[in-house]
């Protein structure tokens, strides 16, 4: 059985209950869904509404106590990141406004979507999400264990060019350790990671609700890097893995070097110089998880970056155990 993470869920079950207390009728119903909605593995990180309560129809206390909940299933640098990215749309929104582009219409800070799926005071497996533009979030609760992707964290622009927030990057460190790993390797495994002159337009696992690895360039794997090179790697997968709270963080790890760390990749897929207007993206790939970095549009100013577990998105690994437990 997998490590319980029961603190994590107990502080889950709390924050959800209090969010949806403080919500009006109409609101709780915008708000929640039975835990086997049809649309329960539907997402999108494009811009649009999504299914739930938008925090721009919610009150001050509300907006907290989504925050609230928000915190319980990301760690402190993930919150940040979070809320960095959701502050970010509303400087696009006025990048795009200036520029005339129509776009600027479906940017906002509030277009964020919270969902809950399930009851989190009864007894049964529940799920909750937090989605919008370049956002995705999705946490699945089944008794005290946690499964947390797909998640994604995206930026447009990767990094502000004009206005009172020229130089803001809200994801550096994932291009940064990327590169960091890159650089790290000598001419013959560089040569073996790098799959491709050209980047894809977009991470190739896409949106859809069941991640397929094998869409995905292997390269390089960890087995055959130096120790050096290897430490560059941990601290990457670490990196995405860490966005999440300490307790899902740290047994997702484990769940990783269980399946073998040594049969990870990492490819490489276009520009090797860093800098605007420098297509690149990279993937990470290994037994039970994949991770994808792109920064490809609005001339490469545009990042997009996704954590899949290729056996326990949406908590699928976890039902199978409860549901067979329960059976028997």
């Excluded at 925090?55 to 989504?66: F, I, N, P, V």
């Excluded at 906002?108 to 995705?136: T, Y």
């Amino acid at each position: 059985m997998p490590a319980s993470q029961a603190g994590t869920t107990a502080r889950m079950v709390t924050a959800a209950t209090a969010f949806l207390s403080a919500l009006t009728p109409d609101q709780r119903a915008a708000a929640t869904a039975p835990f086997d909605t049809d649309d329960h593995r539907t997402w999108t990180y494009l811009p649009g509404p999504r299914p739930g309560l938008a925090l721009a129809d919610m009150s001050e206390e509300q907006r907290g106590l989504a925050a609230a909940l928000l915190a319980t299933g990301l760690s402190d640098e993930g919150s940040g990141r979070a809320k960095a990215i959701m502050t970010l749309d509303g400087i696009l929104r006025d990048i795009e406004r200036e520029a005339g582009s129509e776009m600027w219409k479906q940017r906002n800070s509030g277009f964020f979507w919270v969902r809950v799926l399930g009851d989190p005071a009864g007894s049964r497996p529940w799920a909750w999400r937090v989605n919008g533009h370049h956002l995705g979030i999705h946490f699945a609760v089944v008794g005290d264990q946690v499964a947390a992707t797909p998640q994604f964290f995206g930026a447009n622009p990767a990094m502000v060019l004009s206005g009172p927030h020229t130089g803001l990057r809200t994801l550096p460190e994932s291009e940064d350790l990327g590169r960091a790993l890159l650089a790290s390797l000598d001419p013959d495994r560089q040569a073996r990671a790098v799959v491709d002159a050209e980047a894809p337009d977009d991470i190739l696992t896409r949106r859809d609700p069941v991640a397929d690895a094998g869409r995905l360039p292997r390269g390089l794997a960890y087995a055959d890097m130096t120790d050096p090179q290897r430490g560059h790697l941990e601290t990457l997968v670490r990196h995405y893995l860490g966005r999440s709270a300490p307790e899902v963080a740290e047994a997702s790890w484990h769940d990783l070097e269980k399946a073998g760390l040594e049969r990870v990749t990492f490819s490489w897929a276009g520009s090797l110089r860093p800098g605007v207007g420098e297509r690149h993206y990279y993937a990470v790939a290994g037994p039970t998880f994949v991770l994808e970095y792109d920064n490809t549009q609005n001339d490469a100013n545009h990042v997009h970056t996704v954590w899949r577990d290729l056996r326990n998105d949406w908590g699928e690994d976890l039902l199978a155990t409860h549901y067979a437990q329960q059976h028997r």
